[in-house]
């Protein structure tokens, strides 16, 4: 559903994506797990078109290298970032219509208003309070709804666990689950790996700008060189 080909991505003179080559499938969750600042939110940013990219990226294979970020999500591809881009001061109702997408790039249909309501009761609870008044679990479950809907195949969500209490965390790794069954591709940029490892279906594992491992869980775990050269601190 998702792949990049050789991509690479600069912030100046900086070279921060170094050739990096992934796929997500739909129904999967594939986790991208690393160290802070290796280039992993770097990397959504470049696929979604927010950061140029160099390079190729494919979406259900149309070519989207260079495509503007609005085009980007009207061919079906979502995007959850890490500071979560709600508008403060806009109600629940209000931030949830502008991410409704008319394209035949989307998935017409499967989300809606009804739908997002019985998925998140609580959102509807408070549909007219301002996004600013929301709690940061409910920020995050508001900006996950509102990328869905736009009815993506495939949605990024960037570090979506920081900062929640567990309970919140529990409630947003069924959602990915959910989604991957219902046949969504799912990449998720994780800092916790306990999660990544308990929810994916594979891993890769991001250093200094470049795909270091590639694997299932259980791979990742027997393999305590990478994770000790690449994750711990």
Same mark, same amino acid.
């Given at each position: 559903?998702?792949?990049?080909?050789?991509?690479?991505?600069?912030?100046? =003179?900086?070279?921060?994506?170094?050739? &990096?080559?992934?796929?997500?499938?739909?129904?999967?969750?594939?986790?991208?797990?690393?160290?802070?600042?290796?280039?992993?939110? $770097?990397?959504? =940013?470049?696929?979604?078109?927010?950061? %140029? !990219?160099?390079?190729?990226? @494919?979406?259900?294979?149309?070519?989207?290298?260079?495509? !503007?970020?609005?085009?980007?999500? @009207? #061919?079906?591809?979502?995007?959850? /970032?890490?500071?979560?881009?709600? #508008? %403060?001061?806009?109600?629940?109702?209000?931030?949830?219509?502008?991410?409704? =997408?008319?394209?035949?790039?989307?998935?017409?249909?499967?989300?809606?208003?009804?739908?997002?309501?019985?998925? #998140? /009761?609580?959102?509807?609870?408070?549909?007219?309070? !301002?996004?600013?008044?929301?709690?940061?679990?409910?920020?995050?479950?508001? $900006?996950?709804?509102?990328?869905?809907?736009?009815? %993506?195949?495939?949605?990024?969500?960037?570090?979506? $666990?920081?900062?929640?209490? /567990?309970? &919140?965390?529990?409630?947003?790794?069924?959602?990915?689950?959910?989604?991957?069954?219902?046949?969504?591709?799912?990449?998720?940029?994780?800092? =916790?790996?306990? +999660?990544?490892?308990?929810?994916? @279906?594979?891993?890769? &594992?991001?250093?200094?700008?470049? +795909? &270091? #491992?590639?694997?299932? /869980?259980?791979?990742?775990?027997?393999? !305590?060189?990478?994770?000790?050269?690449?994750?711990?601190?």
């Amino acid at each position: 559903m998702l792949a990049t080909r050789e991509l690479n991505a600069y912030y100046g =003179k900086s070279h921060v994506l170094r050739g &990096v080559s992934m796929e997500v499938g739909a129904g999967e969750i594939v986790s991208l797990v690393g160290r802070n600042g290796v280039g992993r939110s $770097t990397l959504c =940013k470049s696929v979604m078109g927010i950061v %140029p !990219p160099v390079g190729e990226v @494919h979406l259900d294979g149309r070519r989207i290298t260079g495509q !503007p970020a609005h085009r980007i999500c @009207h #061919f079906g591809l979502g995007y959850v /970032p890490e500071d979560r881009a709600i #508008f %403060p001061g806009l109600s629940v109702a209000e931030n949830l219509e502008l991410g409704v =997408k008319r394209s035949r790039g989307s998935r017409s249909g499967r989300w809606g208003y009804r739908q997002v309501f019985e998925r #998140f /009761p609580q959102l509807e609870q408070r549909r007219d309070t !301002p996004g600013e008044a929301l709690s940061g679990g409910e920020q995050q479950m508001l $900006t996950i709804a509102r990328t869905l809907m736009g009815n %993506p195949r495939c949605i990024m969500v960037d570090e979506p $666990t920081e900062g929640l209490a /567990p309970r &919140v965390v529990t409630e947003l790794s069924e959602l990915l689950q959910e989604l991957a069954a219902d046949g969504l591709a799912v990449l998720l940029v994780e800092q =916790k790996l306990s +999660i990544a490892l308990n929810i994916s @279906h594979r891993l890769y &594992v991001m250093g200094d700008g470049q +795909i &270091v #491992f590639d694997g299932t /869980p259980q791979q990742l775990q027997d393999s !305590p060189e990478i994770r000790r050269e690449w994750l711990e601190v």
